[in-house]
């Protein structure tokens, strides 16, 4: 016996949203990163420190 009919969920209608929310920021941190990394005192290990602890 199937069930004729589901119910809609509105729980994960938000979801689309959040994720390119997440990716917009992602792209920010890392532009920030990029803009970060263009000192002339900068180095290999601050780049590598920068990135593990935000």
Same mark, same amino acid.
Request: hydrophobic residues 50%; negative net charge.
């Given at each position: &016996?199937?069930?004729?009919?589901t +119910?809609p969920?509105?729980v994960?209608?938000?979801?689309?949203? $959040? $994720?390119?929310?997440? +990716?917009?920021?992602? !792209?920010? !941190?890392?532009?920030? !990163?990029? $803009?970060?990394?263009?000192?002339p005192?900068? =180095?290999d290990?601050? !780049?590598t =420190? &920068?990135? &593990? &602890?935000?």
């Amino acid at each position: &016996m199937a069930i004729s009919h589901t +119910m809609p969920s509105s729980v994960r209608s938000g979801d689309g949203l $959040i $994720i390119l929310g997440y +990716m917009a920021l992602a !792209l920010v !941190l890392l532009g920030a !990163l990029y $803009i970060a990394s263009g000192g002339p005192s900068f =180095t290999d290990v601050d !780049l590598t =420190t &920068m990135a &593990m &602890m935000p």
